[in-house]
């Protein structure tokens, strides 16, 4: 049997941390991403295009009233109820029910520079998109900012 370095096995180490590390961060996000019990969540995509940020989410069966679309720190919050519809007519006994019922939240991270003044939503089919133009990125730009001479007293 070989004998590990003193660097071998502090490399060793340094691996098995970030490698635990790695696995807490995705336990964080996995927590995240649930919705809480009796709530659901509509699928999204979110994509760039034209100068434009926009996100495209199912929620078939909503009426524009029933629906709530807002940006909160700067983050884009989506929130709906969607009740259920009982059968009119006699006792009805669901032998399956798969659409889901009752409220949702759907929280999109937006970390880019945005024109929210100019944003837009709009429900149609039971897709509902909202547009959000993108502001040009000052950063990296240089700005020259003269220097003034003041007169000692």
């Known amino acids: 049997m070989t ?17 635990n590390q790695l696995f807490e961060r995705l336990a964080g996000l996995d927590r995240a991403g649930r919705a809480p019990a009796g709530e659901w969540v509509p699928s999204a995509d979110v994509y ?48 399956c029910m798969e659409r889901p019922q009752g409220r949702f939240t759907r929280t999109i991270p937006m970390d880019m520079a945005l024109d929210v003044q100019q944003s837009e939503a709009r429900l149609s089919g039971g897709v509902l998109t909202v547009t959000i133009p993108r502001l040009k990125d000052r950063r990296g730009r240089e700005r020259v900012i003269p220097v003034r001479v003041e007169e000692e007293p």
């Not at 004998?3 to 490698?19: C, I």
């Not at 009426?63 to 009805?92: F, H």
Request: with cysteine; aromatic share 4%.
């Open 48 to 95: 760039e295009c034209d100068g434009k940020l926009t996100i495209v989410v199912e929620v078939p069966g909503f009426t524009a009233d029933a629906l709530r679309v807002a940006i909160k720190d700067r983050s884009l919050v989506l929130s709906g109820d969607r009740r259920e519809k009982r059968p009119t007519g006699g006792v009805a006994a669901f032998l």
């Open 3 to 19: 004998r590990m370095t003193r660097t071998a096995l502090s490399d060793l180490v340094l691996l098995q941390r970030e490698v």
